[in-house]
């Protein structure tokens, strides 16, 4: 049995593999199958971009499709970047360009004023249908980036419960604690019960 993972970002790929690994059922990414086209993120919101891509490449592979949209919601930019975290400096982009703009926007927020979350949600697309899960992890924008696991805005995104940017985090730490490992959680429960019934 195969899951689809709707995306070629081989860092959240990673990810989603270490929480899943127990299922039994084999991961693949929209990289592993050809001539599958991008899926334009151009919902208003997390949810819409999770389930068009999970319903798109679900209805063009037939496979049970998990897609997932995350958005970093800074307080002092009113939310933003939100659905265009991934795309704040521009549609090309890199994680070093939106952490740059991200930390250029927020130089005059004083610390008591720099706290964000992390929102992900996930959508899991089988027989016609989807359903979605969300997973929240609060912090605080740092001034500077820390750490080496350069992954989205992890090395500016500190997490005081464990005293780290999530770049300073092991991939099991994170795992445990940051958005995606949250909601990941939740859906497995669900991704087990419908292994187990297909």
């Known amino acids: 049995m195969k899951l689809l993972l709707a995306t070629r970002n081989r860092d959240k790929v990673r990810e989603i ?12 990414c929209a990289a592993d199958v050809p001539d599958l086209p991008e899926v334009e993120e151009d919902a208003d919101t997390l949810e819409g971009n999770a389930i068009k891509k999970a319903m798109t490449l679900h209805k063009m592979t037939g496979l049970p499709t998990l897609a997932d949209d995350t958005g970093l919601e800074v307080e002092a930019l009113g939310g933003a970047p939100g659905v265009f975290s991934s795309r704040y400096a521009g549609p090309d982009a890199t994680y070093a360009d939106n952490v740059q703009k991200l930390l250029q926007a927020m130089r005059d927020v004083p610390e008591s004023r720099r706290q964000a979350q992390f929102r992900t949600v996930i959508a899991f697309a089988h027989d016609g249908q989807v359903e979605t899960v969300e997973g929240v992890c609060r912090g605080v924008i740092t001034t500077e980036p820390r750490g080496s696991n350069n992954f989205g805005y992890d090395p500016v995104f500190y997490v005081p419960d464990l005293g780290k940017t999530m770049a300073e985090m092991t991939l099991e730490e994170k795992n445990r604690i940051s958005h995606r490992g949250r909601a990941l959680q ?13």
């Open 186 to 198: 939740e859906i497995k429960k669900r991704l087990a019960a419908y292994f187990r019934s297909v």
């Open 17 to 28: 593999r270490s929480v899943l690994a127990d299922l039994d059922v084999e991961l693949i």
